[in-house]
């Protein structure tokens, strides 16, 4: 009779005790303030390495204050005794400062042919360092050319050096910020910086023009009356939101010089508010574009 030897149990080995998990590494969230400072700091290193744009933006000024200036001071004569030179003082700042911070945009155009914009463009860090990077690198190079030929202009002597320096300075920033939101409202949807070039010097040369920078808003006196074309040419410079800044460039420039007497010569809350919004109106715009449609971002 056959037994069955009953199957000892086996025994199941011990389970090994659960290894620690290592702590998760916390969320990194991009900083659009760090995007914004990495392309306005770009814009300067692409601005000094190009050395001939350097010398130009200041020597091309430059000899327009002092061949206009030179050529035409025996045949003007402005508020308090000015000549020809002084009053075209102003005018040649802000030429400086459109001129600067408006082509410095079309670095939007090369760098979307590039694929340097597309890029950014697909950061997790939205769209507004985009603007406000450009914005700030073109305006602070606007600014910082501006206030060198200012420092020259003070260092001979042609204007004199007061106090209102300060506030001369903010007025430089307000039109180089808005110069630059006009040039992203032009530069992002354009395929080619030479039709940038087109439409820019189109609206941008009349601009300057007709803000008083080469000659004075017409205005009626008590000795002569304006005729239709001259009332028609006063409006449309009084249109023209650029007038009263160069208005109140040209108040900090001479305090003492009373430009009310002789014409055109808006007070100082109104010349900063219209300045003020200008500005705000150029890059609400620029932002409203670059939020908008995204046919643009494809455009090479």
Same mark, same amino acid.
């Given at each position: 009779?056959?037994?069955?030897?009953?199957?000892?149990?086996?025994?199941?080995?011990?389970?090994?005790?659960?290894?620690?998990?290592?702590?998760?590494?916390?969320?990194?969230?991009?900083?659009?303030?760090?995007?914004?400072?990495?392309?306005?700091?770009?814009?300067?290193?692409?601005?000094?390495?190009?050395?001939?744009?350097?010398?130009?933006?200041?020597?091309?000024?430059?000899?327009?204050?002092?061949?206009?200036?030179?050529?035409?001071?025996?045949?003007?004569?402005?508020?308090?005794?000015?000549?020809?030179?002084?009053?075209?003082?102003?005018?040649?700042?802000?030429?400086?400062?459109?001129?600067?911070?408006?082509?410095?945009?079309?670095?939007?155009?090369?760098?979307?042919?590039?694929?340097?914009?597309?890029?950014?463009?697909?950061?997790?860090?939205?769209?507004?360092?985009?603007?406000?990077?450009?914005?700030?690198?073109?305006?602070?190079?606007?600014?910082?050319?501006?206030?060198?030929?200012?420092?020259?202009?003070? =260092?001979? $002597?042609? *204007? %004199?050096?007061?106090?209102?320096?300060?506030?001369?300075?903010? &007025?430089?920033? /307000?039109?180089? +910020? @808005?110069?630059?939101?006009?040039?992203?409202?032009?530069?992002?949807?354009?395929?080619?910086?030479?039709?940038?070039?087109?439409?820019?010097?189109?609206?941008?040369?009349?601009?300057?023009?007709?803000?008083?920078?080469?000659?004075?808003?017409?205005?009626?006196?008590?000795?002569?009356?304006?005729?239709?074309?001259?009332?028609?040419?006063?409006?449309?410079?009084?249109?023209?939101?650029?007038?009263?800044?160069?208005?109140?460039?040209?108040?900090?420039?001479?305090?003492?010089?009373?430009?009310? =007497?002789? $014409?055109? *010569? %808006?007070?100082?809350?109104?010349?900063?508010?219209?300045?003020? &919004?200008?500005? /705000?109106?150029? +890059? @609400?715009?620029?932002?409203?574009?670059?939020?908008?449609?995204?046919?643009?971002?494809?455009?090479?």
């Amino acid at each position: 009779m056959s037994t069955t030897t009953p199957a000892e149990p086996v025994s199941m080995p011990a389970s090994a005790p659960p290894c620690p998990q290592a702590p998760s590494a916390p969320a990194i969230t991009p900083s659009g303030w760090a995007a914004a400072w990495m392309l306005a700091r770009r814009e300067w290193v692409r601005f000094f390495r190009q050395r001939n744009r350097v010398t130009a933006a200041i020597v091309q000024p430059l000899l327009f204050w002092l061949l206009f200036g030179t050529g035409l001071r025996g045949s003007f004569e402005g508020a308090g005794g000015q000549d020809f030179l002084q009053f075209f003082l102003p005018g040649t700042v802000a030429l400086i400062v459109l001129f600067t911070a408006i082509f410095a945009t079309i670095s939007v155009i090369e760098d979307r042919r590039e694929g340097f914009m597309q890029a950014v463009l697909v950061a997790p860090v939205g769209r507004w360092p985009v603007l406000l990077g450009k914005v700030i690198g073109g305006g602070a190079i606007a600014w910082a050319q501006a206030a060198f030929f200012l420092a020259l202009v003070y =260092a001979f $002597g042609t *204007a %004199p050096l007061t106090l209102s320096v300060l506030p001369l300075m903010l &007025l430089l920033a /307000v039109m180089a +910020l @808005a110069m630059c939101g006009m040039g992203m409202i032009v530069a992002w949807p354009m395929d080619s910086t030479q039709g940038f070039h087109a439409i820019m010097m189109l609206g941008l040369m009349p601009m300057w023009l007709l803000s008083g920078a080469f000659f004075p808003v017409p205005a009626a006196t008590s000795e002569a009356s304006l005729n239709w074309g001259q009332t028609a040419l006063s409006w449309v410079m009084r249109a023209n939101p650029l007038t009263y800044g160069l208005a109140e460039m040209r108040h900090l420039l001479y305090p003492s010089v009373d430009f009310a =007497a002789q $014409g055109f *010569a %808006p007070g100082s809350t109104i010349n900063w508010t219209v300045s003020v &919004l200008f500005m /705000v109106a150029m +890059l @609400a715009i620029a932002w409203y574009l670059m939020r908008g449609s995204k046919k643009a971002d494809l455009v090479v």
